[in-house]
């Protein structure tokens, strides 16, 4: 694989995210999530992702589709992406919604926040993909020290400073913990 290949076909926005079950492929590989309208982000996270092209980049080893259309931009079920979009928008899960789950960490917002961040994310990002039968999460990882997608912290030189912090605040939330 031509990784500069990869990087131009990801570097450019493909769709509007609005259009993401129209046109994004039922087939394995990358994808990457551009802002196209930083509208109700605080002005802290608006400065940040300013001087970044792209804000998400994922590896999907199944289906494009469902990571990235169902998951990442629907939260249809787990997704780091929106998870993290979410709380930076300023959402925070149910108090106590992962209590007596197995997984203490896959937080989810109310059935009104989902819709608000999907409309949000329909209005404000735009998307990009490159089809690959056999993506590498060696390549993914690659490519996030390359580009320092700000939304993706694992394997990232330079996260958006307080995400973490941001998304431990909602598991402790839908962990019933108290924080001050």
């Known amino acids: 694989m031509n990784i500069d290949a990869l990087l131009t076909e990801l570097l450019e926005p493909k769709a509007p995210a609005s259009e993401a079950e129209k046109v994004v492929p039922d087939r394995n590989g990358y994808y990457s999530i551009h802002l196209t309208n930083p509208k109700g982000l605080e002005a802290w996270v608006a400065n940040h992702i300013a001087d970044h092209k792209i804000i998400y980049l994922g590896i999907a080893t199944n289906s494009l589709n469902r990571r990235l259309t169902r998951q990442e931009l629907r939260h249809k079920s787990p997704a780091t992406f929106f998870r993290s979009l979410g ?4 959402y925070r899960p149910p108090v106590g919604s992962l209590i007596g789950k197995a997984n203490q960490r896959n937080y989810r917002f109310t059935k009104d926040d989902t819709q ?62 108290q924080r001050n």
């Open 87 to 90: 709380a930076l928008l300023g």
């Open 116 to 177: 608000s961040i999907i409309e949000w994310i329909n209005n404000n990002l735009a998307i990009s993909w490159f089809v690959d039968e056999i993506p590498s999460q060696v390549v993914e990882r690659e490519l996030i020290g390359k580009l320092k997608p700000i939304i993706n912290i694992a394997g990232n030189p330079s996260p958006l400073p307080g995400l973490s912090k941001l998304r431990s605040e909602c598991r402790a939330i839908a962990c019933g913990e």
